[in-house]
Nanobody, 134 residues
Framework: QVELVESGGGSAQAGGSLRLSCVAS????????MAWFRQAPGKEREGVAA???????????LYADPVKDRFTISRDNAKNALYLQMTSLKLEDTAMYYC????????????????????????WGHGTQVTVSS
């Protein structure tokens, strides 16, 4: 079992930056892939960024097209932490952001420019709200 706790959300102006953090606890040694998702009111959940931690894909990152070159996902293994550095924020980045982790290989592909996994991630945080204003 893995517990994920997000932090770092808040309000920012368009063009600004925020850094989200996700601290994992529990059976983190088996974590194979982690990701950030987001969901705005009335919209479906969107896969924003992912990073492989285990296996031969270790270190590989994936980004949804709308956030490519603006967001950076990273991982601090010593701290069991996942980060999402968000820059050049846009109004449409307003959403609840969720951290997710999976203990085995997970195929991640693109669907309408967003990331999607063949099987749902096993562990999810409760989310942190990001609000971007003009």
């Amino acid at each position: 079992q893995v517990e994920l706790v997000e932090s770092g959300g808040g309000s920012a102006q368009a063009g600004g930056s925020l850094r989200l953090s996700c601290v994992a606890s529990g059976d983190t040694a088996s974590t194979y892939v982690m990701a950030w998702f987001r969901q705005a009111p009335g919209k479906e959940r969107e896969g924003v960024a992912a990073i492989y931690i285990g296996g031969r894909r270790s270190g590989r990152t994936l980004y949804a097209d709308p956030v490519k070159d603006r967001f950076t996902i990273s991982r601090d293994n010593a701290k069991n932490a996942l980060y999402l550095q968000m820059t050049s924020l846009k109004l449409e980045d307003t959403a609840m952001y969720y951290c997710a982790a999976h203990p085995a290989y997970l195929e991640i592909h693109y669907a309408d420019s967003w990331l999607q996994s063949g099987t749902d991630f096993a562990y999810w945080g409760h989310g942190t709200q990001v609000t971007v204003s003009s």
